[in-house]
């Protein structure tokens, strides 16, 4: 069994040059899309003082920050493994080590946003108290922490393990060239099955919390338990990704004239998808950042006709 945690693209066989384009094009086109929404959401942050200062949007800007790395350097090797690229050893892992920092992070943050939900629509009068912004700057840390823990000893196994030719070559990037000990993919199903039952465990216990006051409660308290239920969305897409490569398998045996093809909508589905949702659950739905988004849209149309 192996999993992994970013996409693996195969040696291409021929295609035509027209789909060959076309799948470029719409990876390329997708992730800048979702790199210019993140971005405009991390300006509006950093300019206004009401978001850095309320956990629950410092959460929020974190997330986004997870899903702009993991889109950009996801594209970046879906891009080169097209022309079967080779890159050097060092370049590949900082590219690989970096890319499943963010990916690890994502599901861990969606957690504690779940967990910050709860708290605010359970116990609203100690939620000022519980979540400050020291407390959810040590949760960002921890969450750091608990990722590196997951994926550094990866790079340390190879360190230790791969003859020193391997550290000077050249291969077409993805985790599985970078860090070929067959050790490592026990180390990631154990690792992976554990996040797995700790996340979707904290969406499932958050929901029915929630859904049990707001049976009673404001329609504040039913907007909270929908948002978990877009969570607990967000949380299986991201998730597919732990079960990616018997995924992948079953493609391969079912689907081999259209290999290709069926793993390109594979990539797209498990790990661009959630990414382009989070600005809708998080931001657009909110009230506080949709105003202001459009504040800050309304002054860059204003500013570009004063400049014509």
Not at 242 to 261: A, M, R
Request: proline letters at 5%; hydrophobic letters at 50%.
């Amino acid at each position: 069994m192996n999993t992994t945690a970013i996409p693996k693209f195969p040696a291409r066989s021929p295609e035509p040059f027209s789909k060959v384009l076309s799948k470029n094009l719409l990876v390329l086109l997708l992730g800048v899309s979702i790199t210019c929404i993140n971005s405009s959401f991390i300006h509006v942050f950093s300019k206004h003082q009401i978001f850095y200062l309320n956990p629950r949007y410092i959460l929020f800007i974190h997330l986004i920050l997870n899903d702009m790395i993991h889109v950009i350097l996801t594209v970046i090797l879906f891009l080169m493994s097209y022309k079967s690229h080779k890159i050097s050893f060092s370049i590949c892992c900082i590219i690989i080590l970096i890319t499943l920092f963010a990916t690890e992070n994502t599901p861990l943050n969606v957690a504690c946003m779940a967990i910050e939900c709860y708290i605010a629509v359970c116990f609203p009068l100690r939620h000022s108290r519980i979540c400050t912004i020291k407390k959810t700057l040590m949760l960002i840390g921890l969450i750091w922490v608990t990722s590196m823990s997951v994926v550094l000893p990866d790079l340390f196994v190879t360190l230790a393990t791969q003859p020193l030719d391997f550290f000077h070559s050249q291969f077409v990037c993805n985790r599985q060239t970078a860090f070929p000990n067959p050790i490592l993919v026990k180390k990631r199903y154990i690792t992976h099955s554990v996040f797995l039952v700790i996340v979707w465990f904290t969406i499932f216990y958050t929901y029915f919390r929630i859904l049990f006051t707001a049976r009673a409660a404001s329609k504040d308290s039913k907007k909270a338990r929908n948002t978990i239920i877009l969570h607990g969305f967000q949380v299986l897409l991201y998730m597919a990704k732990y079960v990616g490569p018997q995924l992948q398998d079953v493609v391969q045996q079912h689907f081999l004239l259209n290999y290709f093809d069926s793993m390109f909508a594979f990539y797209i589905i498990v790990h661009v998808v959630p990414r382009s949702i989070s600005p809708i659950i998080y931001g657009v739905r909110d009230e506080t950042l949709r105003k202001y988004l459009k504040r800050n849209m309304l002054c860059k149309c204003s500013l570009m006709k004063n400049n014509c």
